[in-house]
């Protein structure tokens, strides 16, 4: 009879080290560590000089340990899914504690289901709180972007949560760069006329000032009873894509 590596996790047999972390203790095989991430293979390597190659007990620190226990089970059993994939914050947890173990199939798989479920705050509350919590529990680029991305397309709802306003109060550097976010907001602006069909209400942008009528059936000879005209204001870089939506 063969066992399988997801057999032995957690299991006194054979078992020839212990991964203690946070009170957890985890019963596992230097083979089956080292054969699966660089980080266990140098610590445990009697040439590493590591004082942990030769101890029966590794004491690993500051991790959290759902996700440190995540990561040796997948070592065992290369499986990522659980029923914890909703849950963002141990993902990035996961994230950390994978890249830091050096099990890159783990940290992506990880990575993807954070920047899934935690993009998807709309609630101005919660997106503060999510963009707090990964600025606190990360160092990571691309988990960053999403903290950024999330402030980014909830600015203006966040402008009323009291504790971004308070964190935005303490900071004059961010003062200064939610204002010329607005600046920029304000200048790439351009003017443009909405035409309206008033017997048919079809409409389309002009230019301002640019003499035609809406192309619908209701044009008359006095173009002047059918079309009503109102200044509006669009994006500069998305002005080509409202003429195409509106066409001359």
Request: glycine content about 2%; proline content about 4%.
């Amino acid at each position: 009879m063969s066992l399988s590596t997801s057999d032995l996790f957690n299991q006194p047999t054979f078992s020839d080290v212990i991964i203690s972390f946070s009170g957890r203790r985890i019963y596992c095989h230097k083979l089956i560590l080292c054969s699966k991430s660089e980080y266990f293979k140098k610590l445990c390597d009697p040439d590493s000089g590591f004082s942990e190659s030769t101890q029966k007990v590794i004491q690993l620190r500051d991790d959290d340990p759902d996700a440190v226990e995540h990561v040796l089970r997948y070592i065992y059993t290369a499986e990522h899914k659980s029923d914890q994939d909703e849950n963002w914050k141990l993902q990035l947890q996961i994230t950390n504690s994978a890249h830091k173990y050096l099990l890159h199939d783990l940290a992506n798989a990880a990575m993807k289901k954070f920047k899934r479920v935690a993009s998807s705050e709309t609630d101005p509350a919660e997106v503060f709180e999510t963009m707090m919590h990964i600025r606190q529990n990360t160092l990571l680029p691309e988990a960053l972007e999403v903290a950024e991305h999330l402030e980014t397309i909830h600015l203006h709802s966040l402008l009323k949560v009291p504790a971004y306003r308070k964190l935005v109060e303490q900071d004059r550097d961010k003062v200064w760069e939610l204002l010329d976010q607005f600046n920029d907001v304000l200048v790439a602006q351009r003017a443009a006329d909405l035409v309206i069909c008033r017997k048919c209400l079809s409409s389309q942008l002009r230019d301002p000032g640019q003499e035609a009528a809406p192309s619908c059936r209701c044009v008359s000879y006095n173009q002047n009873l059918y079309d009503e005209r109102f200044q509006i204001w669009v994006p500069e870089p998305e002005f080509g894509d409202y003429l195409t939506r509106w066409p001359s």
